[in-house]
């Protein structure tokens, strides 16, 4: 359905309403500032939140988040939840072809200043080590199929016990690093065949590894508390299950595709093909994404300890912490209360961070007192940022998951060449490793939103709350 | 106008790829589309083959069929390592595709942009217009 400027009603500065209309069974809500709002109308974005709005069992409203941009079915910086119990569906394209992409912290015990000199050798070994890119490998291969099975049920646990990492890698992974309920039996044989040779790999398009300096503290008691002191060495992966989760998503579209009929559902865009989270088919699905959520972590794993090697190799210290692990896109089953009463909701997060608040009993030790962390990854050579979820957080404890793109990757590459880029970050003090000098470009910063303004939104909507700033000292991309 | 009467283009996504293809026939139309998919991240200009992987495709519909064609590319780079150069098509008499990609191996081919993820179902087009054969695809990158 077509949505204009005209149909959004401004609630407060960074909250506008898109009323219910035709099929939509609640209203859009979008996160933005004013400065933001004209890239989320002049793409599709806007008419996607009101898609998704006529999901069966749906509540309360489709959100968007101030990074939102135009997706496939759902936006990407998409949040909806669903009632279980009130026929509530599970839709793939919820959460999107790479499933559990999401983003890892790690911490060096070192400051830029420190590291300066040994940065030319370190970015080097980091992309010897990091496959990337087209037909790359990955740091790991599992033994066949029964190995690769341990990988889905385990995740980034699994990899530990294979000498992946050390436990304390798990105390701060979302979920201690492994999603239950997840079912092998689930993913198909093309997910499982594209599966074995990609277990630590980070893929290519906005993935990537940068090496990074805390550059600016907002809260410093938190950031304390998290370990970001102002000037420490920090390292961001961001990547996720790679063509395992894609070919799981793919799969399961068509499955839903092919079923919606006799559960009586029809969608407005087949991208959004859904079941009921209780038919077998919602069921599989869940189990599916679940084992491909582990997958995404125990990548993100593999490439820790390939980055713990560059550090060792370079600098002669390779005691790496991992500061958090968050997923951006997944379902979870959660409770929340909806007009006073508890109800158990499938929420879909499609380029959204889970935030919970200080206190929340799903977060124990430390993050208790502090609130979950959210790693908001901006664009290449741009800040990245780090926020804890508030009390009272919107859109069920959701918050954005970085810059949000706003211009194609056709229209960045006629702006600027691989080179001309490269040039530019390298003048900007940044080091740069590309897969692929030709596909930089794509990247290009002024190709997304300002992160700043984005985690800024974020902050005055109350979505969350800014921690710190954390500045590239050098990208590896694929 | 577009023309000759097969090619194909990428058309603005914010994030994405949309791939539109035609040609003077279903299996012309489908083959520009697979030639697009390839471009829009592999220079493959002078690349030599070096073997044949064969196509046998059947689905529900026409653009069904088009996601799977699609899709053997992105398997092919993630199982076998290979990219496709080129396809040749017929249709089949049980409505579906056979044929073979020409293949080279991965490290052969220049990457120039971010390697496909999956084929959408989201805005996706194939038509017979006058003349010709149309299709449009969202692939995510």
Not at chain 1, 88 to 99: E, H, K, L, N, R
Not at chain 2, 5 to 15: D, E, K, W, Y
Not at chain 2, 81 to 95: K, S
Request: with cysteine; hydrophobic share 45%.
């Amino acid at each position: 359905m077509a949505i204009t400027v005209e149909s959004l009603v401004q609630e407060t500065p960074e909250r506008w309403r898109i009323e219910r209309r035709g099929d939509m069974r609640v209203p859009g809500i979008v996160f933005a500032s004013r400065r933001l709002l004209p890239d989320l109308v002049s793409d599709r974005s806007i008419e996607q939140v009101a898609n998704v709005a006529t999901l069966p069992g749906i509540v309360v409203a489709s959100y968007a988040m101030p990074d939102v941009h135009w997706g496939y079915g759902f936006p990407i910086g998409g949040v909806a939840a669903t009632d279980i119990e009130r026929g509530g569906v599970v839709s793939p394209g919820g959460v999107g072809f790479d499933i559990s992409c999401g983003v890892r912290l790690l911490l060096a015990p070192m400051t830029a200043g420190e590291l300066a000199p040994a940065l030319p050798r370190l970015m080097d070994e980091l992309a010897a080590r990091i496959p990337r890119g087209l037909g790359r490998g990955a740091v790991w291969h599992p033994m066949g199929a029964a190995e690769l099975r341990e990988v889905l049920l385990g995740g980034s646990r699994y990899a530990v016990e294979r000498g992946f990492g050390v436990p304390d890698d798990l105390v701060r992974c979302e979920d201690q690093g492994i999603v239950g309920d997840a079912d092998p039996d689930a993913v198909g044989e093309r997910a499982l065949q594209r599966g074995l040779r990609q277990v630590g790999s980070l893929g290519s398009g906005n993935h990537f590894l940068e090496v990074q300096v805390v550059d600016a503290v907002s809260d410093p008691a938190v950031a304390a508390r998290l370990g970001l002191e102002p000037g420490r060495v920090c390292v961001m992966i961001h990547c996720g299950s790679r063509g395992l989760g894609h070919q799981i998503c793919t799969d399961h579209v068509k499955v839903m595709g092919s079923a919606m009929a006799q559960y009586g559902i029809t969608v407005p865009d087949r991208q959004l093909a859904c079941a009921p989270v209780t038919a077998p088919e919602g069921r599989a699905y869940l189990g599916a994404m679940a084992a491909a959520a582990n997958y995404g972590r125990a990548n993100r794993q593999l490439l820790t300890e390939a980055t713990r090697d560059a550090f060792a190799a370079a600098t002669g210290d390779r005691r790496i912490d991992l500061l958090y692990d968050v997923s951006h896109n997944l379902a979870k089953i959660e409770r929340h209360t909806i007009d006073g009463a508890p109800r158990q909701l499938c929420v879909h997060r499609k380029g959204a961070t889970l935030a919970l608040p200080p206190g929340h009993p799903d977060l124990s030790g430390d993050l208790a007192e502090v609130g979950q962390p959210v790693l908001v990854p901006g664009s290449m050579g741009t800040a990245s940022h780090v926020l804890v979820g508030v009390a009272g957080g919107g859109a069920f404890y959701s918050t954005c998951h970085g810059a949000g793109r706003v211009l194609s990757r056709h229209a960045a590459r006629r702006k600027i060449g691989g080179r001309a880029l490269r040039a530019e970050l390298e003048a900007a003090g940044i080091a740069v490793r590309p897969g692929a000098l030709a596909g930089l470009a794509e990247e290009a910063p002024f190709a997304y939103k300002d992160v700043d303004e984005v985690v800024d939104t974020c902050e005055r909507a109350g979505l969350g709350r800014k921690v710190a700033r954390l500045r590239p000292l050098g990208v590896v991309k694929g | 106008m577009e023309s000759p009467a097969s090619g194909h283009r990428l058309l603005p996504h914010t994030a994405d790829l949309i791939l539109e293809a035609w040609g003077p026939s279903r299996h012309a139309c489908l083959r520009e589309a697979v030639r697009g998919l390839v471009e829009a991240f592999a220079d493959v200009d002078g690349v030599a083959a070096s073997g044949t992987v064969p196509v046998a495709l059947q689905a529900d519909s026409g653009e069904e069929l088009l996601v799977a064609l699609l899709e053997e590319i992105l398997y092919l780079l993630d199982t076998e390592d290979v990219v496709p150069l080129d396809v040749t098509l017929t249709e089949a008499a049980d409505g579906g595709l056979r044929g073979a990609f020409l293949v080279a191996p991965a490290g052969a081919v220049s990457q120039q942009g971010a390697v496909p993820k999956a084929i959408a179902h989201h805005g996706l087009e194939l038509d017979e217009e006058p003349g010709r054969w149309r299709c449009r695809v969202t692939v995510d990158v």
